[in-house]
């Protein structure tokens, strides 16, 4: 078999996605399938938001071998147990959408239909985190690493983290310098192709130096640099979905207790993050520009934050959706350059390791057969559409009428897909995770009860169980979350004891 392995991989961008995927081949390929070089311009810069992730992060990091107290102290990290979702479905409700299933399944059958059996229609919107110790730890401020402690929810503990994503990406080149990566600065001025196939052939610094290669990975941000600018790859918008398309990010002092979970405020135009890092909290106002002006958000912003602002905040513009190809030729988009949704669920870091695991399973050689790239580009838009459904669902799933804004997002007509799965909760209150979509059931069956989807009836299935052996068991899973989180350290002390950045220690200090 005629075999052409590529010789060399040119990564062009140094944010979190250049990065990341340079610590990624690097490792994995162990410098065995060609030279890696990633280039960067400090003149550019980054985008230097994006401090909020999922648990995949950790498995990302375990892949690499990295050490993680190290890792969360070199990024001043934080441990973090779900999301709180404030205002979202009526002004007022508060619900977490946790990490980590609620409860337990039970004679094959699943927990959210006993929960529905159970609680009939008498359940508030923070009945569920009763179920879920990460919920449970999250309201405490606690936190710990899951033990080996048999059936205890305490050996199942799932967690992310937030971080600096500046100082991740600086912990990253340093991990892939080590491992070979040549890292060179300057500004690419210009992308040349092979004339007959398109192929890209080299880059041009702007001191006039070419570098080449066979494989080339955009990592530029939103400007996509080669993928859209030199291959025209196209875009697909989802703006009439997903209206918000400005930011505004400031850092503000620290409070106390040091939270372990992401906040997500509604407000009438949009939504506002904050992220507890150990030496300050990161916050955002995402908006949609039809719907406010950009002072109207900044000073919303400055004045629902929870400490003293850090510097001015930092606009941010953005087009919701993702390019029609995510590979093209010889060139893979990973990162902002691909697609962007709003970090509403903190998916944009996932998917740039999700992009690096899917490149790495159909890793190419010098032929580049279409099949490959097809089914990447098959794999990678049913990622993004799902995860885009998921996040849909969080505005469609309201019942506020105080602003066009939520009047809009309400009342859109909205994807089949996602549709589909809001008629089956509404019934039965039946979830599934389809294929390899992102968000499993537990996830949905949070939000839409978080938000006031409320179904028509249960399953019927849960009725293998009587109702008073139902209702026992509940009250028996309750009791054994309760206690386990009230076994749980405050995160503070846990960061104090294991991995706080250097600088912030007590313990050390
Ligand atoms: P960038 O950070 O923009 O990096 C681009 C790189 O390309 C830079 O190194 C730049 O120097 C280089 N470059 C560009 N042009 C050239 C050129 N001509 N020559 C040489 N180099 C060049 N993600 C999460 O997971 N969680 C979050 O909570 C989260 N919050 C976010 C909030 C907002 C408002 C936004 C906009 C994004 C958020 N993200 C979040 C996404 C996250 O910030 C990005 O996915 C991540 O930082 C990756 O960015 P990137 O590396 O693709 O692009």
């Not at 609680?119 to 730890?137: C, N, V, W």
């Not at 998921?390 to 007509?413: C, G």
Request: aromatic fraction near 10%; include cysteine; charged fraction near 25%.
């Amino acid at each position: 078999m005629d075999h052409a392995p590529i010789r060399k991989t040119v990564i062009v961008g140094g944010g979190t996605a250049g990065w990341m995927t340079a610590a990624a081949l690097s490792k994995i390929l162990q410098g065995n399938v060609g030279a890696i070089e990633l280039v960067e311009s400090e003149q550019i810069g980054t985008i230097g938001v994006g401090e909020a992730t999922i648990p995949q992060i950790a498995t990302f990091n375990r892949t690499l071998g990295i050490d993680e107290n190290e890792f969360v102290r070199a990024t001043k990290g934080t441990f973090k147990l779900g999301i709180e979702f404030v205002n979202w479905g009526q002004k007022g409700d508060r619900y977490i959408h946790p990490f980590g299933p609620y409860g337990l399944d039970m004679e094959g059958v699943s927990f959210h239909a006993y929960f529905l059996k159970h609680h009939g229609k008498a359940y508030d919107r923070q009945t569920p985190e009763q179920y879920s110790l990460q919920a449970m730890a999250a309201r405490q401020a606690k936190f710990m690493r899951p033990v080996n402690a048999g059936n205890s929810p305490l050996s199942k503990i799932a967690y992310a983290f937030h971080f600096d994503a500046g100082l991740y990406a600086k912990f990253l080149r340093e991990f892939s310098e080590k491992r070979g990566v040549k890292r060179t600065e300057g500004k690419v001025v210009g992308v040349n192709q092979v004339a007959e196939t398109g192929f890209i052939r080299s880059i041009t610094l702007e001191d006039g130096r070419e570098i080449d290669g066979d494989l080339f990975i955009d990592c530029t941000g939103f400007r996509g640099l080669l993928i859209e600018q030199t291959l025209k790859a196209g875009y697909n918008h989802w703006k009439h979905w997903l209206p918000c398309d400005r930011a505004a990010a400031v850092a503000c002092t620290k409070t106390s207790p040091l939270l372990s979970y992401t906040r997500s405020t509604a407000h009438e135009f949009g939504w506002q993050w904050r992220i507890p890092l150990q030496h300050r909290t990161g916050n955002g106002m995402v908006y949609a520009s039809d719907h406010v002006a950009d002072d109207v958000a900044v000073e919303r912003l400055l004045s629902c934050l929870d400490g003293e602002a850090i510097g001015d905040p930092r606009l941010l513009q953005f087009e919701t959706g993702h390019r029609r190809k995510f590979w093209d030729k010889n060139c893979v988009a990973i990162g902002l350059s691909a697609g962007f949704l709003e970090p509403l669920e903190s998916t944009s870091i996932h998917l740039i390791q999700s992009g690096i695991s899917k490149l790495l399973q159909m890793f190419p050689d010098r032929h580049f057969r279409q099949a490959d790239i097809d089914r990447y580009n098959r794999v990678t838009t049913f990622e993004y559409e799902r995860v885009r459904d998921f996040i849909i669902l969080h505005y469609n799933a309201t019942q506020r009428d105080d602003s066009d804004f939520w009047n809009y997002v309400r009342t859109m007509q909205i994807p089949d897909y996602l549709q589909d799965k809001i008629d089956l909760f509404r019934s039965y209150g039946r979830v599934f995770r389809e294929n390899e979509e992102l968000f499993n059931d537990t996830s949905w069956f949070a939000v839409m009860i978080g938000q006031n989807i409320r179904p028509e009836g249960y399953d019927a299935v849960a009725d293998v169980l009587s109702p008073e052996e139902t209702a026992r068991r509940l009250n028996e899973i309750r009791a054994v979350i309760a206690k386990s989180a009230d076994h749980m350290p405050l995160q503070s002390d846990f960061i104090a004891q294991t991995c706080a950045a250097e600088e912030l220690n007590p313990v050390a200090g």
